[in-house]
Every structure is written in C-alpha cells, then in structure tokens.
C-alpha cells in the first residue's frame, strides 16, 4: 500500500512555472515507478510524464516534453513534477500515481495501482 498525497498547484500566469510535489507513504516508494496525469474540465485523464525507479529514465508525452520534468528523491519519498512554459491548455487537476511496472514505462490510466488526490493546476492567460 502507498499513500500519495500531492501539493504545489495554485494559479500562474501563462510562460510561469510551478513545480508539483507527491508525497509517499510506506518504505517501498524506490519500487515503484512514477507518474503524473492530467485531467482538464470534460476531459479523459492523460498521460503527462514518468520516471523509473532509479530517476534514470523517464518519459514525457509529446506536449508537455521540453516544457515539464520529472524526477525523484528516494531518499524523501517524494516525486515531483516541474512545469515551465505554462500555457492555458496545461489547466488540469494533476495526480501522481505509482505503478509496479517498472519497463517499459507506462503511459495508460489502468498499469497504474495508487493514485493521489490530486491538485489544480490553473495557468490564465
């Protein structure tokens, strides 16, 4: 069982930055690889970024790549997503989420088993 908890949403204007946390719980974070998804008002939940257990390797979806970076600290259990170059259509609730399939890194909604809350990310323009 691992408990995520996200934080560091809030409102930005576009060209900002914001920098999201996910917290974990337990002591087996460093099995699981990571990931953040986005859901925007009406939309399906996609794929935005994942990373491997190690922090070696990761993988962005086509529009966030160049803009938004994940990595990790196993150390602190936390794994964190930075976001520059917002634009509008970055506006979405963005969740972490751990799966136990470490490669290739998954990119659909069902490889992965916890999930967070979530935290709203608005960029006005």
């Known amino acids: 069982q691992v408990d995520l908890v996200e934080s560091g949403g809030g409102l930005v204007q576009a060209g900002g930055s914001l920098r999201l946390s996910c917290a974990a719980s337990?002591?087996?974070?460093?099995?699981?690889?990571m990931g953040w998804f986005r859901q925007a008002p009406g939309k399906e939940r996609e794929f935005a970024a994942a990373?491997?257990?190690?922090?070696?390797?990761?993988k962005y979806a086509d529009n966030v790549k160049g803009r938004f970076t994940i990595s990790r600290d196993n150390a602190e259990n936390t794994v964190y997503l930075q976001m520059n170059s917002l634009k509008p259509e970055d506006t979405a609730v963005y969740f972490c989420?751990?799966?136990?399939?470490?490669?290739?890194?998954?990119?659909?909604?069902?490889?992965?088993?916890?999930w967070g809350q979530g935290t709203q990310v608005t960029v006005s323009s």
């Open positions: 990373i491997n257990r190690s922090g070696s390797n990761t």
């Open positions: 989420a751990a799966t136990s399939t470490v490669w290739p890194l998954p990119v659909r909604r069902p490889e992965y088993v916890y």
């Open positions: 337990g002591r087996t974070f460093s099995t699981y690889a």
